[in-house]
């Protein structure tokens, strides 16, 4: 078996995912393609996005935003039946999205899992995380797309907070995370997060995990990740991209613009069919930082 590639929040920024796949050289078939969700929103092109998932066959754990289209979207299907059904508030961006959407599209988030497990790896995907001290098969799959720390008593939170959930975590599992984005993976001893903050101006970040590797210790962790700049920033607030998580944690390893890089094998050349797509010509050079490919 091939690869494990886990790829951090991608919020709709389609070229900087086709230039990570390319950077750490996919290979549709053999390697694994894991994505921790937030595939869409607050990006250029949630569509895009989707469409690359469906190209690589990638598995797509999902995140908070596909959760509150779906709520939407399911609400809408019903009241087109006659039924009474409440329907989120999504805002003028998801509503964008949303009529956007095409029947594959929806399709694809419908089948999203709140977690998807790399048994060879022995590591867990989720989007945000995990409640420290319950057992995985008793989490509320609802906190585990939106947590983003604990209380002082160990209670979930999804704003606020002095602790990070992965700091309490204990495995096995490994726990690859996204949703708190931070210009610097999160870095725990059995948890890592890999929103880098890419639609903020910061980074896309994959785990790139070789056949029954699992993740290395806190002080080789970086060895694993591999990041490609984004080409702006499109989106403002949310998070500044500075080195410090949401909840304002100090990162433990350097930005991935100065990872270390480790020595690997070369790896075959991608062999996975794009769609068509046109990209501004400010967007055609790609550019990428890593420590791995």
């Not at 996919?26 to 607050?42: E, P, T």
């Not at 596909?66 to 003028?92: Q, T, V, Y």
Request: aromatic share 4%; glycine share 12%.
């Amino acid at each position: 078996m091939g690869r494990a590639i886990i790829v951090g929040d991608v919020h709709g920024c389609s070229v900087e995912l086709r230039a990570l796949l390319d950077r750490v050289a996919f290979v549709k078939g053999s390697d694994r393609l894991v994505m921790v969700g937030d595939l869409v929103a607050r990006g250029p092109d949630s569509r895009g996005v989707l469409q690359i998932c469906r190209e690589t066959g990638a598995i797509v754990v999902r995140g908070n935003h596909e959760d509150r289209l779906l709520s939407w979207h399911r609400a809408m299907n019903a009241r087109a039946r006659g039924e009474f059904a409440l329907a989120p508030d999504l805002g003028r961006l998801h509503t964008e999205i949303a009529q956007s959407l095409r029947e594959e599209d929806w399709a694809l988030l419908e089948e999203t899992p709140v977690t998807h497990l790399l048994e060879e790896n022995r590591t867990l995907v989720v989007h945000a995380g995990l409640v420290p001290g319950i057992p995985i098969e008793s989490q509320d799959p609802g906190m585990m797309m939106r947590i983003r720390s604990v209380g002082v008593r160990g209670e979930a939170r999804d704003h606020g907070g002095a602790i990070p959930w992965g700091a309490r975590w204990v495995g096995p599992p490994h726990v690859v995370f996204g949703h708190a984005a931070s210009l610097d993976a999160q870095v725990h001893p059995w948890a890592t997060g890999i929103d880098t903050g890419c639609v903020y101006g910061g980074y896309l970040t994959a785990m790139v995990l070789r056949d029954h590797e699992e993740p290395p210790p806190v002080a080789e962790r970086a060895s694993v990740l591999v990041s490609v700049p984004a080409r702006r920033r499109y989106f403002e607030g949310g998070v500044g991209v500075g080195g410090r998580a949401m909840i304002g944690e100090q990162m433990r390893i350097p930005g991935p613009h100065s990872a270390r890089r480790r020595s690997n094998p070369p790896q075959p050349q991608k062999t996975w069919e794009r769609a068509p797509m046109e990209v501004p010509a400010g967007q055609r050079r790609a550019a990428g930082r890593s420590s791995r490919g």
